[in-house]
């Protein structure tokens, strides 16, 4: 039977995915914690064995007998299932369906987004109650289309150039939970790679076309990017628009530098090595397919990229 939230004894029906192996195994200890403060809805939970066991699990479930499904984990296993959500026959019902997050992953955003727009501060507990409590809320997706014909939707960013390879290299210091973004960061701006590409975006004003050397380049759906990362603070998540930001090559290690310690704060943008725009429609064309895509913090293979902003196409829960 279809949940009907008007029965005065009714219980909310949560489909829970706790990811064991993220952060340093965090999840499990979160869950643990809170686990009681949803004891008022019905839950059904899986614990993910392997890396798209969530796909295939969201790709088969009966999405009308769930108000929202709840990831305990990082942002990857949200872009599984969004991506499961999306890809579905029924696509456009199922990305009806609210997804929301419960911190335990090394890379939060999503919390930190839903939190933020509920004016609560960024805990599992506050997570929880907005699992509970929470109301549809829209999220733009941005459709990403590659060369190759594989469609990818991606909910919070993609980075490639600096960011991309510090996102993904750095997966071989899991071990050290958060903290591996700075040591291999540190590492990565030393050993600085320079990548040439043509970047060309669709505003009002109609389009344009950039193309160089770029040692830094990052396009945002959403306002933070990573837990305490406000990349781009003119972001909004129900806009239509991404936020592209980029450093060109001539800025060098000491431009980049000023960037990276001012992404936590978000004061980066009034730097004027910084390229800050919005577009509702981009390509990215990577000389050679050299560096490293990181898209929502999940590697994908460097290709020309066709992107397009859905406005409002994924739902999401807050208070
Ligand atoms: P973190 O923020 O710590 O990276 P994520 O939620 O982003 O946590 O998960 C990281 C990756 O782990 C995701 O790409 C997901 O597909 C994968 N994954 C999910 N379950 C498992 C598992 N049981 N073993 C290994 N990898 C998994
Ligand atoms: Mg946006």
């Given at each position: 039977?279809m949940?009907?939230?008007?029965?005065?004894?009714y219980?909310?029906?949560?489909?829970?995915?706790?990811?064991?192996?993220?952060?340093?195994?965090?999840?499990?200890?979160?869950?643990?914690?809170?686990?009681?403060?949803?004891a008022?809805?019905?839950?059904?939970?899986l614990?993910?064995?392997?890396?798209?066991?969530?796909t295939?699990?969201?790709?088969?479930?009966?999405?009308?007998?769930?108000?929202?499904?709840?990831?305990?984990?990082g942002?990857?296993?949200?872009?599984?299932?969004?991506?499961a959500?999306?890809?579905?026959?029924d696509?456009?019902?199922?990305?009806?369906c609210?997804?929301?997050?419960?911190?335990?992953?090394?890379?939060?955003?999503l919390?930190q987004i839903?939190?933020?727009?509920?004016?609560?501060?960024?805990?599992?507990?506050?997570?929880?109650?907005?699992?509970a409590?929470?109301?549809?809320?829209?999220?733009?997706?941005?459709?990403?289309?590659?060369?190759?014909?594989?469609?990818?939707?991606?909910?919070?960013s993609?980075?490639?150039?600096y960011?991309?390879?510090?996102?993904?290299?750095?997966?071989?210091?899991?071990?050290?939970g958060?903290?591996?973004?700075?040591?291999?960061?540190?590492?990565r701006l030393?050993?600085?790679?320079?990548?040439?590409?043509?970047?060309?975006?669709?505003?009002?004003?109609?389009?344009?076309?950039?193309?160089?050397?770029?040692?830094?380049?990052?396009?945002?759906?959403?306002?933070?990017?990573?837990?305490?990362?406000?990349f781009?603070?003119k972001a909004?998540?129900?806009?239509?628009?991404?936020?592209?930001?980029?450093?060109?090559?001539?800025?060098?290690?000491?431009?980049?530098?000023?960037?990276?310690?001012?992404?936590?704060?978000?004061?980066?943008?009034?730097?004027?090595?910084?390229?800050y725009?919005?577009?509702?429609?981009?390509t990215?064309?990577p000389e050679?397919?050299?560096?490293i895509?990181?898209i929502?913090?999940?590697?994908?293979?460097?290709?020309?990229?066709?992107?397009?902003?859905?406005?409002?196409?994924?739902?999401?829960?807050?208070?």
């Amino acid at each position: 039977t279809m949940p009907n939230p008007d029965d005065p004894i009714y219980r909310r029906k949560l489909k829970i995915l706790i990811n064991p192996h993220s952060g340093r195994g965090t999840a499990s200890r979160v869950w643990r914690r809170v686990e009681y403060m949803l004891a008022a809805c019905e839950l059904d939970v899986l614990r993910t064995q392997y890396r798209n066991h969530a796909t295939e699990a969201v790709k088969q479930m009966q999405i009308s007998d769930y108000d929202a499904i709840i990831v305990v984990s990082g942002d990857g296993l949200i872009h599984e299932v969004i991506n499961a959500l999306c890809s579905r026959d029924d696509g456009d019902q199922a990305r009806m369906c609210p997804v929301s997050m419960i911190p335990g992953g090394s890379s939060n955003a999503l919390a930190q987004i839903l939190c933020d727009k509920s004016g609560e501060e960024v805990t599992a507990e506050n997570c929880c109650f907005i699992a509970a409590k929470g109301n549809m809320h829209p999220l733009d997706i941005s459709l990403m289309r590659t060369e190759s014909g594989k469609l990818i939707y991606s909910f919070l960013s993609l980075a490639w150039a600096y960011i991309g390879d510090v996102d993904i290299e750095s997966e071989v210091c899991r071990c050290c939970g958060p903290f591996r973004f700075d040591l291999y960061g540190f590492w990565r701006l030393l050993a600085l790679r320079r990548f040439n590409a043509t970047v060309t975006w669709e505003d009002e004003e109609g389009e344009h076309d950039e193309t160089g050397q770029f040692i830094y380049f990052v396009v945002c759906n959403t306002p933070f990017i990573g837990t305490g990362l406000n990349f781009a603070p003119k972001a909004s998540i129900e806009d239509g628009m991404n936020d592209i930001l980029f450093v060109r090559g001539n800025a060098g290690r000491r431009g980049l530098l000023q960037v990276l310690l001012r992404e936590d704060s978000g004061r980066h943008v009034d730097l004027p090595q910084l390229n800050y725009l919005k577009a509702s429609k981009w390509t990215l064309t990577p000389e050679n397919n050299r560096g490293i895509y990181s898209i929502d913090g999940e590697f994908y293979p460097t290709e020309k990229l066709t992107v397009e902003v859905l406005n409002n196409y994924a739902t999401v829960l807050v208070l």
